[in-house]
């Protein structure tokens, strides 16, 4: 079965609230589980990079659900296409700051540990695109933070 992934970033509408970002990933969670479909989301309190991989019908129905939401404006897509391997197998949202939301606390803490060894697979394959775009992002993130 051929997999496919979409990589691509966007601007989050002004108004979001934690709970709004809370909402988001037990949404997100929920919807990937049921398409077979794993990856991440980072947000910076004024962008979302997101990175996710699955079958082609899956992938293709959950870009339609983000393609509609009213989250986040001026999708700009980096990477659609077929894959030769998945690099994800749980569902991860990164935030830069969490403002005091657990569950964004613990979702970002797992990815921290989770991005530590993606640069190692990434190196070992070459840089795929989408994912080379995605660790750049969180970097970017990370020295803004520090």
């Known amino acids: 079965m051929t997999q496919y992934a979409v990589a691509y970033v966007s601007v989050a509408v002004a108004s979001l609230t934690p709970a709004d970002l809370d909402h988001l990933l037990v949404d997100a969670r929920a ?10 989301l980072l947000h ?11 079958p082609q019908d899956g992938v ?7 393609c509609a ?3 986040h404006v001026g999708l700009e897509e980096l990477r659609n296409g077929p894959v030769e391997r998945l690099y994800f197998t749980r569902w991860h949202m990164g935030c830069s700051h969490t403002e005091g939301s657990v569950l964004q ?16 697979d990434v190196a070992l394959a070459g840089n795929p695109p989408g994912l080379r775009e995605l660790l750049a992002f969180w970097e970017r993130q990370q020295a803004m933070d520090d």
């Open 44 to 54: 910076d309190e004024h962008r979302f990079f997101q990175y996710f991989e699955g």
């Open 60 to 66: 293709a129905r959950i870009y339609a659900r983000i």
């Open 31 to 40: 919807h990937n589980r049921l398409e077979g479909v794993t990856g991440v």
């Open 69 to 71: 939401s009213r989250m």
């Open 105 to 120: 606390e613990l979702s970002s803490r797992q990815w921290r540990q989770e991005a530590g060894y993606l640069r190692e």
